[in-house]
């Protein structure tokens, strides 16, 4: 008997902890960055080439974001126009890739697009070679612009004091799982709101936290030495003009460090608490590269 109730009892503590990792998972859901990003295809060209032989650069584009996606896609070789082959000026093309779309069990498929260079029907080729010309390296590097909206709904008070009362806090914590925004290469993952009074007029101060995806970069403006984003902060129903700190005209985004932003609330009656909607618009342009070397095979010269 006493066997069989420590058994229960296993099971019963056994039942409450995997209940509790459900919630706690439950509670961490969230959206996680996605990127526009691509990668050479294979024999695209092949990893060998000899003289005047004739290739095409291709790119698998895939789109990881839930919206129609347009980019520019740029490839420079690091050759001597001598040789003739990839230009070191560069050949671009601006294109667009259809967006993601949902699979069995909620998983995301990218949609894909194959771009050649310099087209479909031509091609390149490096002439002039000798056996001190060992290699060439190509880089490809795509860039696109962003414009995403994160919101959430936020408890407003005029006076803190009154947050003892009813289930308003003037402070909170709201995580990624709350927030409704979609996949892009920067997400919320966390906003620190902190409502309070100073000399008869309440203030609002925000912290907000943004994850980035792993692969790919903010395009950094010439001369600068920071990733600038615009950051458009609002509340639907409530006047507040929110002023966010800023260098060179522009929010400093870096990696685990919050945007801070602060707005003064503007009431028509006390005393007020209501609930409202904090929306944060981010602006921002993106880019991919990536680079692959090729070698030249120069039998031909030793054979002569």
């Not at 919630?23 to 080439?49: A, H, I, N, T, W």
């Not at 993601?100 to 998983?107: C, I, K, L, N, P």
Request: proline share 4%; with cysteine; net charge negative.
């Amino acid at each position: 008997m006493v066997e069989k109730i420590g058994v229960i009892f296993f099971l019963v503590i056994g039942l409450l902890v995997i209940s509790s990792c459900d919630q706690s998972s439950q509670e961490g859901l969230g959206v996680s960055p996605k990127v526009l990003d691509f990668e050479f295809l294979e024999d695209y060209p092949q990893e060998d080439l000899s003289e005047d032989e004739e290739f095409k650069v291709g790119l698998k584009v895939f789109n990881e974001l839930p919206v129609k996606a347009e980019f520019d896609l740029c490839i420079k070789g690091d050759r001597s126009a001598y040789y003739g082959g990839v230009p070191v000026a560069e050949d671009c093309i601006s294109e667009y890739v259809d967006e993601a779309y949902e699979g069995s069990g909620g998983t995301i498929i990218p949609s894909e697009k194959i771009v050649y260079f310099p087209s479909e029907m031509a091609t390149y080729s490096y002439h002039d070679l000798d056996d001190s010309v060992g290699d060439v390296s190509i880089r490809a590097e795509m860039t696109f612009s962003i414009n995403s909206l994160s919101s959430v709904d936020v408890c407003i008070l005029d006076n803190p004091n009154l947050q003892e009362d009813i289930d308003c806090d003037a402070d909170e914590i709201l995580g990624n799982s709350r927030i409704q925004q979609k996949a892009f290469p920067l997400v919320v993952s966390k906003i620190e709101k902190d409502i309070k009074r100073i000399a008869g007029s309440s203030k609002i101060d925000l912290k907000i936290y943004l994850d980035k995806a792993s692969t790919g970069g903010i395009i950094r403006e010439e001369d600068s030495q920071f990733d600038l984003i615009d950051v458009h902060v609002f509340l639907s129903g409530t006047p507040a003009e929110f002023v966010c700190k800023k260098r060179e005209g522009r929010v400093v985004f870096m990696e685990g460090d919050p945007i801070e932003c602060t707005a003064d609330l503007e009431f028509d009656e006390s005393p007020i608490i209501y609930k409202d909607n904090l929306n944060i618009n981010l602006g921002y342009k993106y880019k991919s590269v990536k680079s692959k070397k090729i070698v030249f095979n120069i039998d031909w010269w030793e054979d002569q």
